[in-house]
């Protein structure tokens, strides 16, 4: 459902995002699409060999290099909740380089994709925030940002976050982007 303004409820909430019960969740996958560590792996090892099928499926056919960063593409959700898993491969961080575009491409071309499926409600995991080192406080800024900027058909955009420090990153960056978050 969404706001009195039209734009999507936004929720942030700690939790396992392979337990959300959403139309699609977003994988912070690798660009080999093949599973990982992270949220990647749990996605892959709970959603089971299905979605790996039609992850091989997508390196054969229009990703022989891989999912370039930023980019988003869907697979099934197999044995998860979700219908759909919409898989996004973020920036590694750099102290010498402006990747935030990539990082904002990531949510805004997952919301694409979504409003593709006919999703209406999506869970995000805080990209590039694991193994990638992409500091939260600033990821946060970047994802809540670009969420309440792109136009979308999505009536529930969810942020479902690992631990309390990054919900606490979360919480703050709605509240210096002036976002209401239940």
Known sequence: MTDASGAPRLTL????????????IVNAANSSLL????????IHRR???EILKECRALRASHYGRGLPTG??????????????????VGPVFSASEDRSALLADCHR????????????????????????RWPVEDAAVIALRTVSQSPTRVEEIRFVL???RALAAFQQAADS??????
């Not at 599973?35 to 749990?42: E, K, L, R, S």
């Not at 980019?71 to 044995?79: D, I």
């Open 109 to 132: 071309n997952s919301l694409l994709v979504a409003d593709e499926l006919g999703a209406q409600a999506i869970a995000f995991p805080a990209i590039s925030t694991g193994v990638y």
């Open 35 to 42: 599973g990982g560590g992270g949220v990647d792996g749990a």
């Open 71 to 88: 980019q988003a593409v869907a697979t099934t959700a197999g044995r998860l909740p979700a219908r759909w898993v919409i898989h996004t």
């Open 177 to 182: 982007l002036g976002l209401s978050a239940n």
């Open 47 to 49: 959603g089971g060999p």
């Open 162 to 164: 690992f631990d309390d």
């Open 13 to 24: 909430l700690r939790g396992d995002i392979t337990e959300q019960q959403v139309d699609a």
